[in-house]
Each structure stands twice: as structure tokens, then as C-alpha cells.
Nanobody, 124 residues
Framework: QVQLLESGGGLVQAGGSLRLSCLASGRTFSRTSMGWFRQAPGKEREFVATISWSGTITYYEDSVKGRFTISRDNAKNTVYLQMNSLKPEDTAVYYC?????????????????WGQGTQVTVSS
């Protein structure tokens, strides 16, 4: 079992930045690939970014490339999502997810554990 706790969400103006954190406990974190997803009101949950267990492989959804950066600190059992140049369309609940696979995935079904989510609101 893996428990995930997100933090760092909030209200920010367009063009601003936020850093989300996800603290994991339980199963060996360093052997778990991680992902961030988001869900806006009335929309499906969508992929944002993923990182392999080693941190050497990352993938991003096209609309966040160049603005968001996913990283991890295995010593702290934490994965981060640095979000810069935020836009109103980034407004959503952001979820951290963990996968028993090693390389990461954009596919929601590849993830075995999910956090409760943290709200990010970007005002125009």
C-alpha cells in the first residue's frame, strides 16, 4: 500500500507560479514511478506529467511543456510539480498518483494509488 498526500495548491494570478508536493508513505517510494493528473469541473481527469522511479525519465502533456517541471526526492519520499506561467485553463484539482511500474506512464489506468487532490485556481 502507498498513501499519498498532496499540498501546495492555492489561488494565484495568471502568470504566477506554484509548487505542488506529494508526500508518499508505505511501499518503497524509490521503486515507484509517479505522476500528476488534473481534473477541471465537468471534465475528465487528464494526464499532466510523469517521472520514472530513478527520476531520469519524464513526460509532459503538450499544454504544460516548458511551463511545468516534475521532479522527485527519493530521500524525502516526495514528488514535486513546479508550475510556472500559470494560465486560467490550468485551474483544476491536481492529483498525485503512484505506479508499481518503473518508467512512468501517461495512462491513468497504469496507476495503482491516488492522493485526495489539491485545488489550483488561476485567476485572469
Amino acid at each position: 500500500q502507498v498513501q499519498l498526500l498532496e499540498s501546495g495548491g492555492g489561488l494565484v494570478q495568471a502568470g504566477g507560479s506554484l509548487r505542488l508536493s506529494c508526500l508518499a508513505s508505505g511501499r518503497t517510494f524509490s521503486r515507484t514511478s509517479m505522476g500528476w493528473f488534473r481534473q477541471a469541473p465537468g471534465k475528465e481527469r487528464e494526464f499532466v506529467a510523469t517521472i520514472s522511479w530513478s527520476g531520469t525519465i519524464t513526460y509532459y502533456e503538450d499544454s504544460v511543456k516548458g511551463r511545468f517541471t516534475i521532479s522527485r526526492d527519493n530521500a524525502k519520499n516526495t514528488v514535486y510539480l513546479q508550475m510556472n506561467s500559470l494560465k486560467p485553463e490550468d485551474t483544476a484539482v491536481y492529483y498525485c498518483a503512484a505506479s508499481r511500474g518503473s518508467s512512468g506512464s501517461y495512462y491513468r489506468g497504469a496507476y495503482d494509488y491516488w492522493g485526495q487532490g489539491t485545488q489550483v485556481t488561476v485567476s485572469s
